[in-house]
């Protein structure tokens, strides 16, 4: 079993549908990223995360500590969100490398 | 302020071949980390460097080596490359690389194709 499991693993959505992205993870952590990967390569950090609730435009990240979840949510969505957004987890045991999920594939039609 | 940069973009090398990537992180940044992107394996940790010294390394053979200079500039090389070797390879900057409010940045990656 992977350390980091996003869901869904591809998502098509029409423009204008909230979008929710979720991770879970096993391990202790101290801080959980959000990043998005579109086609080329490059790779944006969205969100850190270490409790709580982030919000930037229309992207909001939630995360639950205890229950070792966390959600990305795209409101009004629009299709030059269309991307590969990524979690990915900094260990207790290490400050120095991220665990990363497998990435969710989104599709926003226009 | 300039973003993380990765040169080149793109390579293509024969099998048995050696490359060296470069990485250089946004202007102040010490720390430097090399990931490796598969379709199968996702992203991966390969190395961190912090001036000057590797700090950590992930599971991947010796033929994957790198190194910072004094400007915090990064190399990594990969010798007898194989075919399985290619990948998307990321470098990410960031200040100190420790602590819960360290963000880093990333760089647009090299794409290294081995035939």
């Known amino acids: 079993k992977n350390e980091v499991e996003q869901s869904p693993q591809n998502l098509t959505a029409q423009e204008g549908e909230f979008i929710t992205i979720n991770c879970s993870y096993s391990?202790?952590?101290?801080?959980l990223h959000w990043l998005q990967q579109h086609p080329g390569g490059g790779i944006v950090s969205l969100f850190m995360?270490?409790?709580?609730?982030k919000k930037h435009g229309r992207l909001i990240a939630t995360i639950n500590i205890q229950e070792k979840h966390s959600s990305l949510h795209i409101t009004a969505s629009h299709p030059r969100d269309s991307a590969v957004y990524i979690c990915a987890v900094r260990p207790l045991d290490s400050n120095y490398q991220l665990i990363w999920g497998a990435g969710t594939k989104l599709i926003i039609k226009p | 302020k300039a973003g993380v940069t990765q040169t080149p973009r793109y390579l293509i090398k024969t099998r048995g071949q050696q490359v060296t990537l470069s990485c250089s992180p946004i202007?102040?940044?010490?720390?430097v980390s090399w990931y490796q992107q598969t379709p199968g394996q996702g992203l991966q940790f390969l190395f961190e460097y912090f001036s000057e010294t590797q700090r950590n390394k992930g599971n991947f053979p010796g033929r994957f080596s790198g190194r910072q200079f004094s400007n915090s500039r990064s190399e990594m090389n990969v010798s007898t490359l194989e075919l399985g070797d290619s990948a998307l390879y990321l470098c990410?900057?960031?200040?100190?690389?420790?602590?819960?409010?360290?963000?880093?940045?990333f760089g647009q990656g090299t794409r290294l194709t081995v035939v």
């Open positions: 391990v202790g952590i101290s801080a």
């Open positions: 990410a900057s960031s200040s100190t690389g420790l602590g819960v409010n360290t963000e880093a940045f």
């Open positions: 995360l270490s409790s709580g609730k």
């Open positions: 202007s102040g940044h010490r720390s």
